[in-house]
């Protein structure tokens, strides 16, 4: 039986202790000397069936930086185009020798069942609108960069809450750290339920701004459907865009996040997305370090 601890399917499936162990853990692999293993050769399969650019090769430089490989399955390309399920799939690479599999999929419980029934230890790149673990840790890791410690501080996560698998995670992550978590959100975009997980929904961002440490800027999930005819992208922009004028109701130390990709001008302006208080390429690059270490867990080579 694999021991469940190699599993990643969702952040809420960890203790905050484990959560803070691979962060830690994350950081160390910044300064490792790569690649990590020399003596074997260990195989990690990538399922990616939604688009993804950061996530995916950021995976893929984690595993070869490790010293491992990846066996990286071209969606469009494959015999998953020809309706060969994700099960099959996966078991097919885990035959190949891949002893992790990464999967993203726009169903949300794909991940949670890959993980029960494979001998592989499953990692979640991104599931429906429920959970992106590995971003709400990276996320968390460039705060923690930042800050030192999330103990007392306060983060909003603002925009298509609703349909944000980011903000799920992100939310799981800053609360294991100790942060306070405001989520600014139009009512078309905010999900009340997630007032029962101890976040406080706001409505207005500009009554929200002056009290943030951090700020995370969601992207309208499009592709996940047209959302509430009452949304209007003109008065959205209006309200909830981050530009420079509205940053300067925040706080000096204001550090703004974006898990990316980014429509620029719409959630957030050039000015602000590419300004001093933007840590959005030090998100990227955290992406790395973090996906090494959830890598080297679900290989079941970390220690401890
Ligand atoms: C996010 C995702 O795919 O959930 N992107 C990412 O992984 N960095 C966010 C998004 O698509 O808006």
Redesign the pocket.
Do not use: C, K
């Given at each position: 039986m694999k021991s469940v601890d190699r599993d990643l399917v969702e952040l809420s499936d960890l203790a905050p202790e484990a959560i803070r162990k691979l962060l830690h853990r994350a950081d160390q692999m910044r300064t490792q000397q790569v690649p990590l293993w020399r003596d074997s050769v260990r195989h990690v399969g990538l399922i990616f069936a939604?688009p993804?650019?950061?996530?995916s090769l950021s995976f893929v430089a984690a595993i070869d930086r490790l010293g491992a490989y990846p066996l990286q399955l071209d969606a469009e390309n494959s015999s998953f185009s020809k309706g060969e399920t994700l099960l099959d799939t996966a078991s097919t690479l885990e035959s190949i020798g891949a002893e992790s599999i990464v999967v993203?999929d726009g169903n949300e419980m794909s991940a949670r069942s890959l993980a029960e029934h494979c001998d592989a230890g499953v990692i979640n790149?991104?599931g429906g609108t429920r959970a992106?673990p590995t971003?709400g840790l990276l996320d968390a890791l460039t705060l923690l960069d930042e800050f030192g410690d999330l103990e007392g501080k306060t983060v909003g996560i603002v925009g298509d809450v609703l349909r944000?698998?980011?903000a799920r995670s992100d939310i799981v992550a800053f609360q294991a750290l100790g942060a306070r978590v405001v989520l600014v959100a139009p009512d078309y975009f905010q999900d009340k339920t997630l007032s029962e997980a101890g976040v406080e929904l706001e409505s207005k961002l500009d009554d929200a701004l002056p009290h943030l440490d951090a700020i995370q800027m969601?992207?309208i999930?499009k592709e996940r459907g047209d959302g509430d005819p009452e949304h209007n992208l003109q008065n959205y922009v209006r309200d909830y865009r981050l530009d420079e004028r509205r940053l300067a109701l925040a706080r000096p130390s204001l550090v703004v996040l974006h898990?990316?990709?980014m429509n620029r001008e719409v959630e957030i302006t050039s000015g602000v997305a590419d300004g001093p208080r933007s840590r959005i390429r030090q998100q990227v690059a955290n992406g790395v370090p973090v996906r090494m270490a959830v890598v080297e867990r679900a290989l079941g080579q970390a220690s401890g």
């Open positions: 939604e993804s650019t950061r996530t993203r790149a991104g992106h971003q944000s698998r980011v969601l992207r999930q898990p990316g990709p």
